[in-house]
């Protein structure tokens, strides 16, 4: 039996705290192969350098397991601020001071740049994709004293229901129900929608690995049960699959009359009222939709698939039923030139009540079919390293032009957020009023029933 020390090295609160999931996953797989382990999350634990130390030298772990989330904020206002990377680096370079064990990185952000990442972080050993088999196998290798390489290779992507279930810690699930009302889950991987800016079918694959219904919702009671968990945020790239088997989970939620109250990503295509009105009696209160882009030209620019008739469709089914939404969009993306730019502040009057946050460019990753489209208008080359964010800007466009043309369209609303530091700036605000969770849903005002504008909005 070996000793594995987790650390979430996530501290970044946009657009709000959000619970380590994918150490909580990784910790449980370790664990139910028969090892101990702990847990230390850097944001909930204040970042507190010393405390990590102290905690790491009391449990003398055979191996430190440091969970990557992102590489950065993927705004392109933030410049280095926004870059997470040296920081972390910082953070490992204080720990081998301390700390003779060897140090495994892993998560999404690993997985984007595994090689450039694990050199530059100067770790022993990084796994690249799922860690519920690599990081066992792992640590009985390293037991065994059998030579490991450093690059831990995929496996074959685990089917939905051999999945780990998160190790949940009670004082971290505490901060995060003080700090922003919910904790997370995952109800399925993968991605098939071919997004060209997207990572998602990169990291998890291009098909859907779903969990049963039962086992999601087993999951669901037992985090209420044991850990007062009342709200929750499927983790999903997309909720809404397009063959709908995500409202077999939400009856199986009603069955079992689970109230408790979530949230989810979406893609603003083929939501009916009558499969929002079902959701909402299963406890959903919000959606953040992935709409992208303003324009039937950006969308296709982007490869989305869909129209900005059908997000226009989703968004005023969700105005009726009375459920919040907020749309995220990317402004300057392939195609994107002056025109289509007036045309998305028109399309963007048209959400009415719902709540968008505007990106300026798209952040450019490797292995999405945007990296292609950026070599061929020039803006990088195949050898441009990606470790830093590099900003996507269609050609077509002047990129000073469109955010002013933004800012001053956006200014006018309390629901129109950008440039993203404006989004945090009215979370502090409110958080300051006491309120926590998404908290953008407090910017959505529906008329109360029996007024005049109620009436009118029918």
């Keep these: 039996m070996s000793r594995v020390f987790f650390i979430s090295s996530n501290t970044t609160t946009d657009p709000y705290p959000v619970y380590p999931l994918g150490m909580a996953v990784v910790a449980g797989a370790v664990k139910t192969a028969g090892h101990q382990v702990r847990q230390f999350d850097t944001l909930a634990q204040g970042e507190s350098m010393p405390l990590l130390l102290q905690q790491i030298r009391d449990f003398a772990p055979d191996l430190l397991a440091i969970s990557l989330r992102n590489i950065d904020n993927v705004d392109s206002f933030s410049g280095d601020d926004g870059w997470y990377l040296q920081k972390i680096r910082d953070f490992i370079v204080a720990i081998r001071k301390e700390v003779s064990a060897p140090i495994v990185v892993g998560g999404p952000a690993l997985t984007i740049l595994p090689e450039e990442i694990a050199d530059y972080l100067a770790v022993d050993y990084a796994v690249i994709g799922e860690g519920e088999r690599s990081l066992p196998q792992l640590v009985a290798d390293l037991a065994a004293g059998k030579e490991v390489p450093r690059l831990i290779q995929r496996n074959h992507p685990l089917p939905g229901d051999e999945f780990s279930s998160p190790l949940f810690e009670q004082n971290l699930v505490n901060f995060y129900l003080q700090q ?42 037992k985090m209420q049960r044991e850990h007062g968990v009342e709200r929750v945020f499927f983790t999903d790239s997309v909720f809404n699959d397009p063959q709908k088997r995500y409202l077999v989970l939400v009856e199986e939620m009603l069955r079992r009359n689970l109230k ?81 730019v007036a045309e998305g502040m028109k399309n963007m009057a048209q959400l009415g009540q719902s709540v968008v946050f505007a990106f300026s460019g798209i952040r450019i990753h490797p292995d999405a079919p945007l990296h292609q489209r950026a070599i061929a208008d020039g803006l990088v080359t195949s050898e441009s390293s990606l470790l830093k964010p590099i900003y996507y800007f269609s050609p077509l466009l002047d990129r000073k032009k469109m955010e002013k043309t933004i800012e001053d369209e956006f200014a006018k609303h ?29 910017l959505v005002r529906f008329p109360q029933p029996g007024t005049v504008e109620e009436s009118r909005q029918r």
């Excluded at 098939?192 to 997207?198: E, G, L, N």
């Excluded at 109250?261 to 299963?282: C, H, I, N, T, V």
């Design 180 to 221: 922003s009302g919910m904790v997370n889950l995952q109800t399925k991987r993968g991605c098939p929608h071919r997004c060209s800016y997207c990572s998602y079918p990169h990291l998890e694959g291009y098909n859907f690995r779903f969990r049963s219904p039962q086992l999601v919702v087993d999951e669901l009671e």
């Design 414 to 442: 309390r629901n129109r957020i950008f440039p993203p530091s404006k989004g945090m700036e009215r979370m502090a605000v409110m958080k300051g009023f006491g309120f926590c969770g998404l908290m953008w849903d407090r």
């Design 260 to 340: 408790m109250q979530w949230s989810a990503f979406f893609r603003p295509q083929g939501l009916s009222r009558q499969e929002l009105a079902l959701m909402k009696r299963a406890g959903l209160y919000a959606l953040e939709l992935g709409t992208d882009a303003g324009s039937d030209q950006t969308l296709a620019g982007l490869d989305k698939r869909l129209t900005f008739a059908e997000i226009i469709e989703v968004n005023q089914a969700c105005l009726d039923q009375q459920l919040p939404a907020a749309h995220f969009v990317m402004f300057g993306g392939p195609d994107e030139d002056d025109a289509s």
